[in-house]
């Protein structure tokens, strides 16, 4: 996220044209409708300065779990399904419900944990973490920084094979020192077991969204910066590319996740809204081709979350879901279709039974004005 003041700012036009916003009470379902110029380039990324102190704090120490928060009783069993053939770590069935109402405020981002079914979301409205079982509907927090700080708990996602959570975290006492950092937990013990201080990579590093490959790298997008870092558990975070294709002339990077195939990542821009490849072999970066609509009409409504499932990525607009299919394999250019959604989406996650929309109506955290509940609900349309 952006600064305080600066967030706050760009999403103040935003509103008034979302004031009769409705929340998701159930299954969101369902109507169907930009393109830019393919390019490649690359940037070196700019030197660290050997100067500034590498904040990368392995810790052990245990998690707080949050015993007021209580699971919602007005939660009624999903009828079981069949798992879906999603793109999963896991081929288990999983029975999981149509929604979740939450207890976490303004949960911007989020991921599932198919090893335990699980969801964790985070909160712009207090900087926690929160584990939602994926059976029973209960929450609890597992995670509250203590340091001083207005903290923001946004993007994240799991890595199976190791048993980790990463998260991106913001202090955002704007102007300053406005800060990105990643967290990282062990999902079995709840402990957060790694602090990196993003500043290490770049001094104004901010963080939006995490995204974990197969080999352990986590790779991290700025909103701010036009840049994409790496990290590993133990290591310096490092800038990987920096690209202005990555910068939006409103809001820049806020959603990211690498292919199936390992091959690359997919970044999401905020607005203009725009969707970029990296090639994660030889580092090159092009934004890619959209046949059809890849925009939310509403004024000032962007690209947010993002997963992939089904062989395409699917885009969690304000008010949109739009799925992008390539046409060609090295992702230049793709076909979009789309349905439109309740106002207030910030993400969309992918689990072997569907997929989910979190409503976490960043808009309103942004005025400060009336919410509806929050929720994660179940995506019932058709793309």
Excluded at 28 to 44: I, K, L, Y
Excluded at 151 to 177: E, F, H, K, Q
Excluded at 189 to 218: E, F, M, P
Aim: proline letters at 5%; a negative charge; charged letters at 20%.
């Amino acid at each position: 996220m952006r600064s305080a003041h600066k967030f706050r700012f760009g999403y103040a036009s935003i509103a008034c044209a979302l004031l009769a916003s409705a929340a998701c009470s159930g299954p969101v379902g369902p109507a169907q409708d930009a393109s830019s110029d393919a390019s490649s380039s690359r940037e070196d990324a700019p030197p660290r300065d050997e100067g500034s102190p590498i904040d990368v704090v392995i810790e052990d120490r245990a998690a707080p779990v949050d015993a007021g928060v209580e699971q919602d009783a007005s939660v009624a069993d999903s009828a079981a399904r069949d798992a879906s053939s999603g793109d999963s770590a896991s081929d288990a069935a999983i029975r999981l419900r149509d929604r979740y109402p939450l207890n976490a405020r303004f949960p911007e981002g989020g991921t599932f944990d198919p090893s335990q079914s699980a969801f964790y979301v985070g909160s712009l409205g207090d900087g926690s973490v929160r584990r939602v079982d994926g059976a029973s509907g209960a929450e609890t927090t597992i995670f509250t920084e203590t340091a001083a700080g207005r903290w923001w708990t946004l993007g994240m996602d799991i890595d199976v094979a190791r048993n980790r959570l990463w998260v991106c975290a913001m202090d955002d006492r704007s102007p300053s020192p406005r800060q990105g950092h990643v967290w990282v937990f062990d999902t079995t013990t709840h402990r957060r077991v790694a602090n990196v201080a993003l500043s290490a990579a770049a001094a104004d590093a901010t963080c939006t969204d995490v995204a974990v490959a197969r080999d352990g790298n986590a790779y991290v997008c700025d909103r701010e910066q036009g840049r994409i870092y790496r990290l590993s558990m133990g290591a310096a975070p490092t800038v990987f590319v920096r690209n202005d294709l990555l910068s939006g002339s409103f809001v820049g990077q806020n959603g990211i996740t690498v292919l199936p195939d390992q091959t690359g990542l997919l970044s999401v821009v905020y607005g203009a809204p725009a969707l970029v490849h990296i090639d994660l072999r030889d580092l090159s970066i092009r934004r890619v081709t959209i046949n059809g609509r890849f925009s939310d009409l509403r004024p000032l409504a962007g690209a947010d979350g993002i997963a992939f499932a089904n062989g395409s990525a699917y885009v969690a607009f304000t008010s949109k879901l739009i799925r992008v299919t390539p046409t060609l394999a090295d992702w230049s250019r793709a076909d979009s279709t789309n349905v439109d959604l309740p106002d207030g989406m910030t993400d969309v996650i992918a689990t072997p039974d569907g997929l989910y929309m979190l409503n976490g109506q960043a808009v309103r955290f942004a005025l400060g004005t009336a919410t509806d509940p929050f929720a994660l609900v179940r995506f019932v349309g058709a793309l």
